[in-house]
Structures are given as C-alpha cells and as structure tokens.
C-alpha cells in the first residue's frame, strides 16, 4: 500500500488537496520538513495569471480559425507542479548524496575538505561528508585518517565508536573493528566515548582500550611515512594491522587464541611479507606457512 504522507505530497503538488485538508497536510511534519521546497509551490499559485484571456487573445490572432482550447492548457498546472516536484527531487539527491572517499587494501590517498583543512586516509578507509558543508560540518569515518584543520576551522568527526570535535588542530582518530584511538598532535580536540569525556592537547592520546589520555611524543602518525610502530601491542592488532597492507588473512590455531601475546617492533609497507612475519614469529616463537591469501600461524613446540 502506498504510503500516506508520499500520497499527501502528491496530491499537494498537483492541487488535489481541499483548503480543510491542506491546512491539516501543513501541519504535518512531512511538510515542515521539506517547507521551503513546498512553498515554492505555494509561490506559483499566488502568480497572477489568467488563463482564459491569454488563451482567448491567442484564439483571436488566429483570424477566422476555429476558437479551440488548446490541450496543454489543461495540463497547465500539472506542468508547474511537475517542474517544482523536479527541483525538489533534484535538490534531495544532491543533499542525501554526500561526498566520500575510501580506500582499498594498502592505498592511501589524501585530499582538501570545503574548508581547505586537509585529510589523510589509511589504507582500507572510508570518509564522507555532507555536500552542503555550511549547514553540517559532520564527517563520517571508518578505518582510520589525520587532520589537518585549517586555523579557526571547526567540524566533528564521528565514528562507530565515539566522536571527536576539533577547532584548528592536527589529529589522528583510529576505529577498526571496536577499537577507538585519538592522537592530537597539535591544538586541542574533544574526544566523547560512551560515556567518557575528555580534552586532548598536544602529544595527548586516548584509546578505548585504557579509556583515559595517556601522553605519545610524536610529530605525526607513523603510517604517513608508511610505517608501523608498535609498542606492546597486543597479537590481534598487530596482525589486522598487516593484512590492511598486504592483503591477507590470518587464521590461528587454539593454542595462539588462547595466549596473551604482545608485539614490540616496526615495519615499513614497501618490507616483503615474508620479511614481516619473519620478525614478528621470530619475537613470539611463532611459526607459519602460506597458502594463497592466508597465513597460518601456530606456536612453535
């Protein structure tokens, strides 16, 4: 069955509605909603017009022909309420349509918001935000980006894990799987997790893991130089870490599910694989082996 308040709007736009039942359409929030659109409407029918002298005066300057009432006159009004119902259409593809960003498995691009602060996008990252940017400045993301807000500028960046507000700073924000990480490098921003609230100032970090600020001297985040750092990190994120660079997948025997391991070291994203897991087994007393996209990983006896 269709629905109502699109049946309303319909019949609103080709004039079907009685003055009882288009004051109670106006009451609606359907039409406070899309108000300003909808009175464009309104504006076409307060324009003077009378349609019987223009066409009677256009029957007359044909001479001795036959006096007929054309058949678009007719069609006159569904026209008007068919051109508005086009913009109106054409404004909420635009409006529900933002713009976005992402990037596949080790790629990395970077690019300007409408306010000219820059963004830098991990690999394996999406980022969107309205294309009407003066009206909302919220930035949607997923996977992980640094900022660069231009100075006096102000915009929220929210994710599935918490929401970072910021005013002409540089930071870096993280959230893969249900980890959420903020780094400020520069300025301040304001982190909300759940239902934890904090200020972080320059070399200030939040992770969901401690749920607090700890303190991290850096210039900026380590993957701009196309590296990774760890520091007694745990297994998991030191491998979801690898298979966003060298797309692949890891699959662990019981005996790693069940240890506690954690991981310090680094390597850059142009290192082999093999090069990788080298090091990384070599520290943990890990062994493994590759078939196709996956690396098996167990525990060396």
């Given at each position: 069955?269709?629905d109502?308040?699109?049946?309303?709007?319909?019949?609103?736009?080709?004039?079907?509605?009685?003055?009882?039942?288009?004051?109670?359409?106006?009451?609606?929030?359907?039409?406070?909603?899309?108000?300003t659109?909808?009175?464009?409407?309104?504006?076409?029918?307060?324009?003077?017009?009378?349609?019987?002298?223009l066409?009677?005066?256009?029957?007359?300057?044909?001479?001795?022909?036959?006096?007929?009432?054309?058949?678009?006159?007719?069609?006159?009004?569904?026209?008007?309420?068919?051109?508005?119902?086009?913009?109106?259409?054409?404004?909420?593809?635009y409006s529900?349509?933002?713009?976005?960003?992402?990037?596949?498995?080790?790629?990395?691009?970077?690019?300007?918001?409408?306010?000219?602060?820059?963004?830098?996008?991990?690999?394996?990252?999406?980022?969107?935000?309205?294309?009407?940017?003066?009206?909302?400045?919220?930035?949607e993301?997923?996977g992980?980006?640094?900022?660069?807000?231009?100075?006096?500028?102000?915009?929220?960046?929210?994710?599935?894990?918490?929401?970072?507000t910021?005013?002409?700073?540089?930071?870096n924000?993280?959230?893969?799987?249900?980890?959420?990480?903020?780094?400020?490098?520069?300025?301040?921003?304001?982190?909300?997790?759940?239902?934890?609230?904090?200020?972080?100032?320059?070399?200030?970090?939040?992770?969901?893991?401690?749920?607090?600020?700890?303190?991290?001297?850096?210039?900026?985040?380590?993957?701009?130089?196309?590296?990774?750092?760890?520091?007694?990190?745990?297994?998991?994120n030191?491998?979801?870490?690898?298979?966003?660079?060298?797309?692949?997948?890891?699959?662990?025997?019981?005996?790693?599910?069940?240890?506690?391991?954690?991981?310090?070291?680094?390597?850059?994203?142009?290192?082999?694989?093999?090069?990788?897991?080298?090091?990384?087994?070599?520290?943990?007393?890990?062994?493994?082996?590759?078939?196709d996209?996956?690396?098996?990983?167990?525990?060396?006896?």
């Amino acid at each position: 069955m269709e629905d109502k308040k699109d049946t309303d709007i319909h019949k609103y736009l080709n004039f079907e509605l009685s003055s009882e039942e288009e004051a109670r359409f106006k009451n609606t929030s359907d039409y406070k909603k899309h108000q300003t659109l909808l009175g464009l409407l309104d504006d076409s029918k307060s324009i003077p017009f009378d349609q019987d002298v223009l066409f009677d005066t256009i029957n007359n300057k044909k001479g001795t022909q036959t006096k007929v009432i054309p058949l678009y006159k007719k069609w006159l009004p569904v026209s008007i309420a068919a051109s508005i119902l086009i913009c109106c259409s054409v404004f909420f593809f635009y409006s529900a349509n933002p713009t976005s960003y992402n990037t596949a498995v080790a790629e990395s691009i970077q690019f300007s918001l409408p306010d000219n602060s820059s963004v830098w996008l991990n690999a394996k990252s999406e980022i969107s935000h309205n294309k009407d940017w003066n009206n909302s400045r919220d930035i949607e993301l997923h996977g992980e980006a640094y900022f660069e807000v231009a100075k006096g500028k102000k915009f929220t960046v929210k994710t599935s894990q918490g929401i970072v507000t910021v005013l002409g700073t540089k930071f870096n924000v993280k959230q893969r799987d249900q980890h959420f990480e903020v780094h400020c490098f520069e300025g301040s921003v304001s982190v909300s997790y759940k239902n934890y609230k904090t200020v972080l100032k320059a070399n200030d970090m939040f992770s969901s893991k401690e749920v607090g600020k700890q303190k991290q001297t850096l210039n900026k985040p380590n993957w701009l130089d196309k590296q990774s750092v760890f520091d007694n990190s745990s297994l998991n994120n030191v491998l979801t870490d690898i298979g966003l660079h060298y797309d692949i997948e890891f699959k662990k025997n019981n005996t790693i599910e069940n240890a506690t391991l954690k991981y310090t070291g680094s390597y850059t994203y142009t290192d082999d694989l093999t090069t990788v897991l080298d090091v990384l087994c070599k520290s943990l007393n890990l062994e493994y082996s590759i078939k196709d996209k996956s690396v098996y990983l167990s525990l060396k006896e």
